[in-house]
């Protein structure tokens, strides 16, 4: 079983739309959606949801106004700020360091976990997915994607699955480290802009220097700016990054996903024929057929 990890340097260079295509090209997988701060890709799949679980995590502080005396002592060890004269706690403030729960004399301040969202286990037209919604404004996003993961691996587990298909959060931060932490590989999609250069630079850095995965890089819409393209296609050269191919530009890519389909469902056009040669570069190299 491969766990193939999609994720950009940056958000809207296309990475859920070309995992939504995977998801329909490649046989016997399992998907997720691990972009659980802007999950996007059921808008595609239109999963028929089997379970649905609460998703807890930190703890936030609240003091009972009937048992507490007003002593003081929760303000003064609080360094957040995060408690009120009037002794009321601020749940946007508070950090839920649990300080003040231990210095109550009253044992005056509850501390339980926050609901922070949902997690989901779906039937798709594609095969099972894992998903999840993270609450507004709620923290620990990091949190949430390891057990997404955990959950599509138990799912494939149950099915005899061969591949897990993540759609990863973008840029570098802790949705991303908890997308790729012992994947198989990662398929970087990129654009070609100086952003989409910049950016793209540091994901590879962070998913071939630093956890030494097998990396690709696939440039969507390589060919509004050619010379960027090339530029891209260098840096793989240069730092032993597997260059995967490029997408064109193509409007029934647009056109597919207001009709809530992929673009093999869509009369597929030019971009869809470079998505299925771009999954033949992958497969072949991951099962060693390539360098």
């Known amino acids: ?76 060890v609080c360094h957040f700020d995060a408690i009120s004269p009037d002794f009321v706690v601020d749940p946007v403030s508070c950090e839920g360091c649990g300080v003040c729960v231990a210095f109550c004399p009253a044992y ?3 501390f339980n976990q926050n609901l922070c969202g949902q997690w989901f286990i779906s039937k798709t037209r594609f095969g099972s997915l894992v998903h999840a ?18 959950q599509a691996k138990q799912m494939a587990k149950k099915e005899n699955a061969e591949y897990i298909i993540v759609d990863g ?15 198989s590989a990662v398929i970087v999609v990129t654009e070609p802009t100086l952003s989409g250069l910049h950016d793209m630079k540091r994901v590879v850095s962070l998913a071939g220097d630093f956890f030494q995965l097998s990396t690709f890089l696939c440039v969507n819409k390589a060919d509004l700016n050619p010379d960027i393209t090339e530029k891209m296609m260098e840096f793989c050269d240069t730092n032993g990054v597997h260059f995967a ?11 597919a996903m207001v009709e809530g389909k992929n673009i093999f469902e869509f009369k597929p056009g030019p971009a869809a024929a470079a998505i299925r040669e771009i999954w033949a570069e992958v497969e072949d190299t991951l099962r060693g057929n390539k360098n």
């Not at 919604?133 to 955990?150: C, D, P, Q, T, Y």
């Not at 959060?169 to 994947?183: E, K, L």
């Not at 191919?245 to 056109?255: F, L």
């Open 108 to 110: 005056a301040i509850d």
């Open 169 to 183: 959060a973008p840029g570098v931060g802790c949705p991303v480290i908890s997308s790729i932490t012992g994947a």
């Open 133 to 150: 919604k993270l609450g507004i404004a709620e923290e620990n996003s990091g949190k949430l994607v390891s057990l997404v993961r955990k």
């Open 1 to 76: 079983m491969k766990e193939i990890v999609i994720i950009s340097g940056k958000g809207g260079t296309g990475k859920t739309t070309i995992t939504a295509a995977l998801a329909s090209l490649v046989k016997n997988n399992v998907i997720a959606d691990c972009d659980v701060d802007a999950a996007d890709l059921h808008l595609i799949l239109n999963p028929d949801i089997r379970q649905q679980e609460d998703f807890f995590s930190g703890k936030t502080a609240f003091i009972r106004q009937g048992d507490c005396t007003q002593c003081g002592k929760c303000v003064e």
């Open 245 to 255: 191919g490029r997408v064109p530009y193509d409007e029934s890519t647009t056109r």
